[in-house]
């Protein structure tokens, strides 16, 4: 893959794509998407960045109109979208091992959501309880359905992120 510019028109294209594919996935999948026990299935998309940096703010916009378009409190869409930036600038930094990639947003967002839960959304639950449930998602919306994304896409890459 070659070295991609920011703030190209085709850096802005590829961001804009995935974070409309992000929205429609949230949205399309709405009833899992949010509450205590979630599975977020556009969360697969947070392995972009080992192929584009287009994907941290894809991912992160993406993130930001889901919760808005969902309904999220305020927390929620600023919280949120902040664990998801983290996961994003997580998963590019740690790009060369294809294994790592996964980790960041697993981990922000297994730390964040649910104090975002708690306080947002008044979910009662305990926090480590929470951080089972939502880590959980993320793990089974990352590792697995984002790693098959990943494999499917590395053949391809080149001709899709060049």
Not at 138 to 146: F, H, Q, W
């Amino acid at each position: 893959m070659k070295k991609q510019t920011i703030f190209t028109p085709r850096f802005i294209a590829e961001s804009g794509i995935i974070a409309a594919v992000y929205v429609v996935l949230v949205l399309l999948f709405a009833p899992i998407s949010f509450k205590a026990v979630q599975f977020r299935v556009a969360e697969a998309l947070a392995i972009l960045p080992y192929f584009t940096p287009a994907g941290i703010p894809g991912i992160t916009i993406g993130c930001l109109l889901g919760n808005l378009l969902g309904g999220g409190d305020p927390l929620d869409i600023i919280f949120g979208t902040l664990a998801t930036l983290i996961g994003a600038f997580g998963s590019y930094a740690l790009r060369k091992n294809q294994w790592l990639v996964p980790l960041p947003p697993i981990l922000s967002n297994t730390i964040i959501i649910p104090w975002v839960l708690r306080f947002a959304y008044d979910v009662p639950n305990a926090i480590p309880y929470l951080m089972l449930t939502v880590g959980v998602g993320e793990i089974l919306a990352i590792y697995v359905l984002g790693m098959i994304l990943l494999f499917a896409l590395k053949p391809i890459a080149d001709k899709i992120f060049r």
